[in-house]
């Protein structure tokens, strides 16, 4: 039977995905299609759904940072957002109400709460695949959005803990304290594992361990994979692990949607329930885009970051099973959220799609809903005294910036993306501003000088070396741009995108280091030869 579901999950997420739209969708629709061939889920499937959301769980505790969460404009607009977000459908449920469906039969003010709470979480899912196809994770609006998810996860872990059947033991006092205990030791395996299957492997063990903990003591398995992940999330290493084990979380999810699918297909009631609360995304982003601009936060960035947190979240889905299993819920509300849940990420992957022919036509409502000052970092960054940029301040980026220097003082800058790298370059009396190449409101918002002469790209990535070219090509056409490439076929890759001088790092400092052995060599034999010539009566 697992083998007929998974090959219908991949046909049909392969299929939806095909028309842009995530493949969780595929997954669900899958289940349904089963469901309605008398399938039901299995033991295994259940095991993996459950292990999917383990890991769902300890990857957000490995990217949760408190500096992320520090900003008003995030705990803020997030804190709102929520009260928001959880009544709009509170109030549409109790409209509902006449129509007398069963779904609202013993549907009391605390079960509506429940559900608005569900439905109050957007889609780290669909927010992180919107964020790579814009390349907009860097900027401001995509960290308030990274933000904003993780606030809400941590909502929805609480509610998941008060959930929890039986009372915690006295043991559970220990527990947390004791996960930041063995943290050095932890660390220490981390940095010994490799880059490769280890890593992933120890944080399988790691997430697992930590829900099986907390469990016996009395506390939710999830609950525990949360703060296993965030003992971790101080280490180096911490975001290579959460993004190895990204497609493996990705991967174990599939049978979480697909058991919520082989449930049944929902009956007509679910099916107008769930059209009326995908009715109201409109309202909600409209919403967010207003308290994001009493932040003084750009109109730009609110609506992007609106987009960007549109779709419902498929952790309302797993709040939803909790609720249903603790008896807080009947068991058509997960039809019902899981419908919901799918039928947004279609409404907003079209959105996605369209943001910026969206933004060019409501340019000017935005503008009028912001308020001034703007925040010093969404405000217009002031670029134009520079005739030469550098985007990547790393070693290459800083050995370009000190070389130009020389020829053409006063008049470069640097540009890097990570906020402490910025800071040791201004302690070193380098011009370096914050700001990424690839997050197109940084150009949008900064104020360049028409006549720049040289772009340098000296990123890490060719991917976002290439993606500067396109960006400096739409904004500065007249500007020369020099990039840096690590293999042969990524030198012809950056001609074609527009640059104009490009090296291959690694085939060149072959060269230099062979040139520099050639010259050791030569230089010794003629020291020997001398000493030779010395000795000679």
């Given at each position: ?18 028309f ?41 505790g490995l990217?949760l ?9 995030v705990w ?6 929520a ?77 998941l ?7 915690p ?6 527990v947390?304290p ?46 525990g994979?949360l ?16 993004d ?5 979380k ?29 009715a109201l ?25 609106a ?6 979240s498929?952790?309302g889905?797993?709040v ?49 809903l ?16 520079a005739?030469i ?70 990123m890490?990535?060719?991917a976002?070396?290439l ?27 950056l ?6 001088v490009?090296r ?25 030869d ?8």
């Amino acid at each position: 039977m697992e083998i007929v579901a998974l090959g219908a999950a991949f046909v049909l997420g392969f299929v939806v995905s095909r028309f842009g739209v995530a493949p969780l969708v595929g997954y669900l629709i899958a289940g349904y299609l089963l469901a309605a061939f008398g399938f039901e889920s299995s033991d295994l499937l259940d095991l993996v759904a459950d292990l999917g959301v383990l890991l769902l769980l300890f990857a957000i505790g490995l990217k949760l940072t408190v500096r992320s969460l520090k900003p008003n404009y995030v705990w803020g607009s997030a804190a709102l957002f929520a009260v928001v977000g959880t009544l709009l459908p509170v109030a549409g449920f109790f409209l509902l109400q006449y129509i007398g469906s069963e779904l609202f039969a013993d549907f009391d003010f605390r079960s509506a709460l429940i559900v608005g709470l569900a439905l109050s979480f957007s889609s780290t899912v669909f927010a992180v695949k919107a964020l790579e196809e814009t390349n907009e994770a860097e900027s401001i609006g995509g960290r308030i959005a990274i933000g904003i998810l993780i606030l809400q996860d941590l909502v929805a872990v609480a509610f998941l803990a008060s959930t929890s059947g039986t009372p915690p033991t006295v043991w559970a006092l220990l527990v947390v304290p004791g996960f930041f205990a063995v943290k050095p030791l932890l660390g220490w395996v981390i940095d010994r594992a490799g880059h490769g299957e280890l890593l992933i492997l120890f944080g399988f063990v790691a997430a697992i361990g930590a829900g099986a903990v907390f469990d016996i003591v009395g506390l939710k398995s999830d609950l525990g994979a949360l703060v296993a992940g965030y003992a971790l999330s101080g280490h180096a290493r911490a975001h290579e692990m959460a993004d190895q084990m990204l497609g493996v979380k990705d991967l174990l999810l599939v049978g979480f949607f697909l058991s919520v699918g082989l449930l049944g297909a929902p009956p007509v009631e679910v099916i107008v329930v769930a059209a009326v609360v995908i009715a109201l995304l409109p309202t909600r982003s409209i919403a967010l885009i207003w308290l994001l601009t009493r932040f003084r936060l750009r109109g730009r960035t609110s609506l992007h970051t609106a987009i960007t947190l549109s779709a419902y979240s498929e952790f309302g889905l797993v709040v939803t099973v909790a609720a249903v299993a603790s008896g807080l819920l009947t068991e058509s509300w997960v039809q019902t959220i899981g419908l919901t849940v799918a039928g947004s990420f279609i409404v907003a992957s079209v959105a996605n799609k369209y943001r910026y022919r969206f933004y060019d036509k409501v340019f000017p409502q935005l503008r009028r809903l912001e308020r001034h000052p703007i925040i010093p970092e969404d405000a217009i960054i002031d670029l134009d005294s520079a005739r030469i940029l550098i985007f990547g301040m790393g070693r290459v980026g800083t050995g370009s910036y000190d070389e130009l220097v020389e020829h053409r003082q006063g008049r470069i800058i640097g540009v890097e993306r990570e906020a402490e790298l910025v800071s040791r370059h201004q302690e070193s009396g380098r011009v370096v501003v914050r700001g990424d190449a690839l997050d197109r409101g940084f150009w949008e918002r900064a104020r360049l000088h028409p006549e720049v002469e040289l772009v340098v790209a000296a990123m890490s990535s060719h991917a976002a070396n290439l993606e500067c070219a396109r960006r400096v090509r739409e904004f500065l056409p007249r500007a020369k741009i020099a990039a840096v490439a690590q293999f042969r076929d990524q030198v012809a890759d950056l001609h074609e995108a527009g640059v104009d001088v490009a090296r291959n790092l690694y085939e060149e400092a072959g060269q230099a280091l062979a040139g520099d052995a050639v010259h050791f060599l030569q230089h010794r034999e003629d020291e020997e030869d001398r000493q030779g010539d010395d000795v000679r009566p």
